[in-house]
Structures are given as structure tokens and as C-alpha cells.
């Protein structure tokens, strides 16, 4: 019976802070990628005009590792039962990736593209932790940002 | 090339549904399979249980009462003994089922919860708080008849059986996610109690009826259950969860059978001497 | 909506580019289905299940990669990268992106 109280305070407690945390995060993403707009990143290398004189390419990335709350992780283990969309992981993912692409941006001072930008997600704490798996993933963006000779 | 800047409205990447609403929609379905299997599986135990010979029930029982074995008999846990045998010699089953029965064997346990446990092999488990819960031997009698009846109906092993399958069922299903298995054992484990429930009124029966034919009467057979009422403020829906019957219920049962059966109630025998004053916490833990 | 995963359309020129553009979907099969699988790995060979999995998750992490590149008013993805990635046991999780462009 205790048990089963801890378990129910748990999930309450992983379903209202992990929404707040989760909505806290999107609005600041949201507001980022607003912010870094005029500084694209793109999967090719040749988008470049002729004319443009390039005065400087570095390589440039970015990292994170988000876990997600113990209400979704329930969530998730219940739906690989019956199989079928894990939706409770879908904001994990998103958030992840974004949030490591931002990074990466941040990362690049004074670049005005981001060229032949790579994303890799891989899951970790999984070997060291395997009975218990602990729902965290670890996203890395990484590219050569570009600056532009200032042409007048 | 150019480039246009452009913010990318909503996110597609993100399903609009409700969690709380999948949730339940798989939680119930989880149990509902689950509770399938387990009804399935309780009734194949229940059939094995009754045809388990008793070198095996033996053997279980040593592996099961090996922590209480070196417990030294002091004079209380030999005088306890000595109220089990003249309690097992009037046993009603002893004579239907020739060399069937175990040999009953009782262990004194210092411990704070007024609690006893029937065990495989014939071991019964009585927790010294118990004992400070009741007033004459008759009420002590009942306890042990009580835990009797439990060997009677082979609950012990059925109790056994029903939480083998409940384990195997959830490392089945969900491996190595521990976290639902634990959600589902904490389910089950209140659709596990209710049959409990059933089981321990059974039990108050039995040890009613056994008592009646060792006394003569049958005194004190409510005494315990009296007591830890009034001591225990717990209100009825807390009771809702537990693993024995709400204590006045019992009362209320026994008494029905009490009437029924035209059971007379004499002097109650005092308790012993030498259950006075009986640790509560076990030796070894300091405090 | 043309995919390519090389850096043109063949045939065609990019006249603009709107960035980055993703699509990510996350898909488990039922215990049943693993079960079998684990059964077939004994043997090897193809699990058909998992493939279909794959297949299906892939699919809809391409659409949802489309729709956002719709969204921007694009008519062509070029250098599309799909990406594999296990989060949770059982679950695997599919990833396309690309850069979205204009092509005429």
C-alpha cells in the first residue's frame, strides 16, 4: 500500500513538474530560434553564390542530454506493451534536437550560415543502468559556420 | 542563392494529445490482460497446491523457516508449543487424511507487529507483540488455531503460488522496465488481498470450530480482535486496503457462527506467567 | 515535394532556402511482435515485423519533415539524412532532416 502511495506521488509529482519544465523549455527554444533566424543552418555545403568572398569557416557544435519525467517514462513502458507511437518520448526527441542546434548557433559567433550541419541522437545511461533504463538522450549538432567578407 | 528567413508556426513533430487520457486508456488495458492471466494462473496454482505431496511441502518449508529455526525455545516458546500439540491432537483432519500432516512446529519471533504467519513445512510464526494483545491462553488458542486453519485450506501454499505467478507474470510482460512492473504488482497486489480476505474469515471459522472441540467452549475466540480495535484507530476505508478484515467484522462473524452453532462460553483460562515481559524488538538490533 | 539526398535537384536550381526542416516519430511493437522476434533471432534472418516497423515510423517521419518544409513555403528538400536511434528498449526512434529550397 505505501508502495503504491509513492508510486501515485510520484507520477503526480513527474507529470506537473515535468510539464512545467517542458513548457518553460519550449517557450525558451521558441524564443531563441526567433532570435537566430537570420542565421541559417543547412544540410548542403553549396549554397553560396560566386560573389560571396568567405573571410572565415570553423567547425561549430553543440550538445545536450535531456531525460525525460518519471509520469512519461511510465507512459513509454506501458505503450511498448501494446506497441504503437510513443508519443510521451516525441517532446524528448524534439526538445533535444532544438535545444542542441540552438547550441550549436550560440556557439558560432559572428557566422552568417551554418554549412552541411549533422544531427546525431543516441540514447545513454542505458549499458551502465540496464534494468532500470533511465529515458535520457543525448543530441549533438555539428557544422562549419561560415563568415562573409563584408562587401559594400 | 538567397536566404528567407521564416519561423515555423506550431510543431509537427509533437502529437497534440492528451497523456493523462493514454494513460489510462493503456493502464486499464494492462490490467484488465494482466488480471486475465493472473485469475487463469491463481486457479492452475490452486490445483497443483491441493496435490502437492508433502516431502515437497517439507522441503519448501525448510528453505522457507530456516531464519527462524535457531530462535533458542525459551520458556514461553515451549509453553507455546505445548497449547499447538493439544490443539493439533483434536485437529479434525488428522484422522481423514492418515499421515498427511506435517509436524506443527511454532516459532516465538521478537517483533513489534502483533502479527502471526502460517508458513510451508508446518512452521507457524508468532511475533511477540501478539502475544502482549491478549489476555488467557483461549485467546492465544485461537491465534495458533487461526494459523491452523490456514494449513487446513493450504493457503500458506496458495499465497505461495499466487505471488510466484504475480512475479513471473510482470517480469514477463515488461522486463526490464521496473517501474510499471511495480505499478501493476501494487495493483494486483489489492485484487490479491481480497481473496486473502476470504481466506482469513475461512481461517476464524475453522479455529472456532477446533477450539470449541479443545475447550469445550469457546471463550476468548474474539478477544484478540477486541483488543486490537480498540487499541487501532485506523478508520474503515484504510481496512479497505489491508490484509485481514476489518476486526469488528471478524467479531461480527464469529459471533453469527457462535449462534449457529449453540458454542458455549466458560472461564477463560489466564495466561502463563512466562509470557510476560517478552522483548518486542529482536535482540540483535541495538535500540 | 522533391527528396533528394545529394545537394541539387538534377536538372534543376535552387533559387532560395529556408534552413533547417526535421521530422522525428517514435515507434514500439507489442510484446507480441518481440516476442516472435526474439523467437526468430534464434535463426536469424529477416524480421519481417521490424522491418514493416521501421518502414512505417520512416515514412511518417518523412511526411512530418514535408509538412514543416510546406510550411515554409518550399517546394524541394535537398540532402535529406535519415538517422536511427534506440531511446528506450523495444522503441526506436526515426529521424529525417534536410535543407528546404525553392527550385524552379
New interface residues.
Partial sequence: ?E??II?VILIGLG?TAGTIAERRHYRSIEDR??RF??L??????????RDDEIFKAWLVSGNVVISID?????????????????????????RA?REA?LRMKESAHGAN?ILN???????IG?SAN????I?S?EAIAYGTAVTLKKTE | MKYTAKALKGNVNVSRTSPIKEFFILLSGVLGIVILVYVALGFAVDFVVSRLPLEIEQNLGSLYSGIYVNTEKTGAGIRLQKILDELVEKNPLINSRQQEEPEYKVHLVPHSQANAIALPGGNIVVFSALIKEVDSENALAFVLAHELGHFANKDHLRGLGRRLVLLSISTALLGADSSVSNLIMNSLVNVEMKFSRRQETMADIWALDLLNRRYGHVSGASEFFENMSKKEKRGRILYYFAIHPYPEDRINALEDRIQKKGYLEKEKIPLDKVFEDLPVKPAGSGK | MILTNIETIPGKSIVEHFGLVSGSTVRAKHVGKDIMASLKNLVGGELKGYTELLHDSRQQATDRMVEQARQLGANAVVNVRFATSAIAQGASELYVYGTAVRVE
Avoid: C, H, W
Fill in positions: 500500500m508502495q503504491l508510486f507529470y530560434e526567433l533566424l537570420n541559417p543552418a543547412v544540410t548542403v555545403k553549396n549554397v553560396l553564390s518519471y509520469f512519461k517514462r511510465v507512459l513509454a513502458g506501458l505503450r511498448n506493451i501494446f506497441g504503437g507511437e510513443v508519443r510521451a518520448y516525441e517532446t524528448l526527441i524534439d534536437r542546434v550560415i550541419l549533422r544531427i546525431e541522437t543516441s540514447a542505458q540496464r534494468r532500470k533504463s529515458g538522450i
